[in-house]
């Protein structure tokens, strides 16, 4: 990765070598589109589609019809959004954890939003969720890395309304924790493809009841045929991914899912990075020692200075709201600094970029 310190994977996590092998094999050796055609080839990528989806199910222990292929986080919850058919008397239960791709699809949507309370911990209060239709769990902040109890706050959710449907937004969880959807009991759980070292482009759908739901996107693929006026659908799941799907970024998804459940990022490197920062009377870390993002502000100096500085000397960090404006707004900060690592980040890396900050900071 020549001279870059890359700290920023929770932005978008670097490839392995083995997922760009799996789609440069994929684009050189088998490259064709999927469920359209008999040849060897559009026989191969079934065959891979179909391993894929497996392979990402057991991932998330549940069943290969639950998972469908978007185009990512964002994509998936406004799919949702229009799936879940919302009126301005209905209620949607967010938190200031939200990124803006998990809160404002629902928020467009007219519907009415309340806020659930979070701690003092900024951990999402799950003995003081409201009642709602919905309820939108961000089951780690991109900005404060710490793990939410997600089947609590569905249960406390459920014990208001048995019917709630509960909207999972793991993008960030999924790289740290194994997700249980099982043991969640979530309607649907959203992940982005590259967060965990595929690529961009694709994002995973699970839907515990596919059936319940109708598709909100139509063209190509979803379609078993059309006679006269009548149109006679695909099943589950691929009546939910109309148009050709982005077939390379699934043919390298098994891969990092292999590499990620082999190595996950090694959050030692925060805790290290923590300790050192801690001692600089001008930086106020944001985050918790164990969280798996370390986010701080330097008291005298702008978030985008730090970049830049940092940036000069060839260190990537993510400097700004990170899309999560509201957990910003309630810390009293309009921006901060994030590092995060990947498994292939070393604590050579993390030094040099203590010794750069301490340059900068003094
Ligand atoms: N939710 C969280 C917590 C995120 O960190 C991100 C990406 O930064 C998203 C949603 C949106 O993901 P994407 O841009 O891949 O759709």
């Excluded at 951990?123 to 890395?145: C, E, H, Q, R, W």
């Excluded at 759980?189 to 009841?209: E, F, P, Q, R």
């Excluded at 292939?344 to 203590?354: A, D, G, L, R, S």
């Amino acid at each position: 990765m020549n001279k870059i310190i890359y700290l920023d994977a929770a932005a978008s996590y670097q490839k392995d070598e083995t997922v760009i092998e799996a789609e440069v094999d994929f684009l050189r050796n088998h490259y064709a589109n999927s469920g359209r055609g008999i040849c060897s080839r559009a026989a191969w990528v079934d065959d891979m589609l179909n391993f894929m989806r497996r392979r990402v199910a057991s991932f998330m222990n549940t069943n290969a019809e639950n998972i469908i292929f978007t185009h990512g986080t964002t994509d998936s919850i406004n799919q949702i959004v229009r799936m879940l058919n919302l009126t301005d008397e209905s209620v949607v239960a967010v938190s200031d954890l939200d990124h803006h791709s998990t809160r404002l699809p629902f928020v467009m949507s007219g519907a009415g939003i309340v806020v659930c309370p979070l701690d003092n911990n900024y951990d999402i209060d799950f003995n003081k969720i409201p009642y709602a239709d919905v309820v939108v769990i961000t089951a780690m902040s991109n900005v404060l890395g710490a793990v939410q109890n997600v089947a609590e706050i569905i249960r406390c959710a459920r014990e208001k309304n048995p019917n709630v449907i509960a909207v999972v937004d793991a993008a960030q969880f999924v790289v740290h924790e194994k997700i249980d959807v099982a043991e969640w009991g979530a309607d649907f759980v959203c992940w982005s493809a590259h967060k965990i070292g595929a690529d961009t482009g694709l994002g995973i759908m699970y839907m515990k009841n596919p059936s319940r739901f109708a598709p909100v996107q139509f063209g190509g693929g979803m379609v078993n045929k059309i006679v006269a006026d009548e149109i006679i659908f695909n099943n589950v799941p691929d009546v939910f991914e109309a148009g050709t799907l982005p077939l390379t970024q699934i043919a390298g998804l098994g891969a990092a899912i292999d590499k990620l459940e082999e190595n996950r990022p090694n959050l030692d490197l925060l805790k290290y990075m923590y300790d050192e920062l801690k001692e600089m009377s001008r930086v106020r870390i944001l985050t918790a020692r164990d969280a798996a993002l370390l986010s701080f502000v330097i008291d005298g100096m702008h978030v985008l200075d730090f970049g830049a500085m940092v940036g000069v000397r060839g260190v990537c960090v993510r400097v700004g709201n990170m899309c999560a404006s509201w957990i910003h707004k309630l810390m009293g900060i309009d921006a901060s600094i994030r590092i995060s690592v990947g498994s292939y980040n070393t604590k050579e890396q993390v030094q040099q970029v203590i010794k750069y900050i301490k340059d900068i900071v003094k």
